[in-house]
């Protein structure tokens, strides 16, 4: 069965400082990987995505994400943080083509 | 760009009731979600549409019901809504082209309280 696993309820960091939000997953067969990110009241925007090649994704706002079959993870990761990314962020498994299975989130509060 | 527009933001109603949520995609996708969002518990699929008058049941579909007469509009119905059922929806929508995955579209969301 598909899982997929945000260990990280919440994360706080320092505005400047790098994030990375950890992301595993759990799949048999080639998975395909999504970043989401939610700010307070709004619907979810897509960051990035992997589907095959490059291992390292490059997406919006300054973040990229990794791929790491040995480990079955995901994480996104961004070199210098700033307020307005304060959000929640999910991870997406995309599997049998239509489906979607989300993560559980993490929210991500950013000190000034 | 594609918009997935959900009817209303923020929806009171009274325990027992039923309740409509609408929602309409203007991109011609195949795919149409409702989706559930609750503190802790991330996104939960409630209900997924591969085709008009096609529906699925999600992880949770207890107590709702939906319906695709268009390909543009998904409604989701809560038969007689319960406490239980406060909740944030949110709808999306994708297409299935196995040559280039899409990811989901997704609306701002009804913050639907049920009293």
């Known amino acids: 069965a598909q899982s997929v696993t945000q260990p990280d309820i919440h994360i706080t960091v320092s505005e400047g400082a790098s994030l990375e939000l950890r992301c595993n997953y759990s799949?048999?067969?080639?998975?395909?990987l999504f970043w989401y990110v939610q700010s307070p009241g709004q619907g979810l925007q897509l960051l990035l995505k992997?589907?095959?090649?490059?291992?390292l994704v490059q997406g919006i706002k300054g973040f990229e994400a990794e791929f790491k079959r040995s480990q079955s993870s995901f994480n996104l990761r961004k070199p210098s943080v700033h307020w307005s990314d304060a959000a929640e962020y999910f991870c997406?498994?995309?599997?049998?083509?239509?489906?979607?299975?989300f993560g559980s989130g993490t929210k991500l509060n950013v000190k000034p | 760009d594609v918009k997935v527009t959900q009817s209303s933001r923020y929806l009171v109603k009274r325990t027992g009731e039923k309740v409509f949520l609408e929602c309409v995609q203007d991109?011609?996708?195949?795919?149409m979600f409702w989706y559930r969002q609750d503190p802790g518990l991330g996104l939960r699929l409630i209900y997924f549409s591969y085709d008009v008058k096609m529906k699925e049941k999600g992880d949770i579909p207890e107590g709702y019901s939906v319906s695709r007469e268009k390909k543009e509009r998904f409604s989701l119905i809560l038969e007689s809504a319960s406490t239980n059922q406060t909740s944030m929806y949110l709808c999306?929508?994708?297409?299935?082209?196995?040559?280039?995955?899409?990811?989901?579209?997704f609306g701002d969301g009804t913050r639907l309280s049920i009293l």
């Open positions: 992997y589907f095959s090649g490059d291992t």
């Open positions: 997406v498994l995309l599997y049998n083509f239509n489906k979607f299975y």
């Open positions: 991109m011609d996708h195949e795919n």
């Open positions: 999306a929508s994708s297409s299935p082209q196995t040559s280039d995955n899409q990811p989901q579209h």
């Open positions: 799949y048999g067969a080639t998975p395909y």
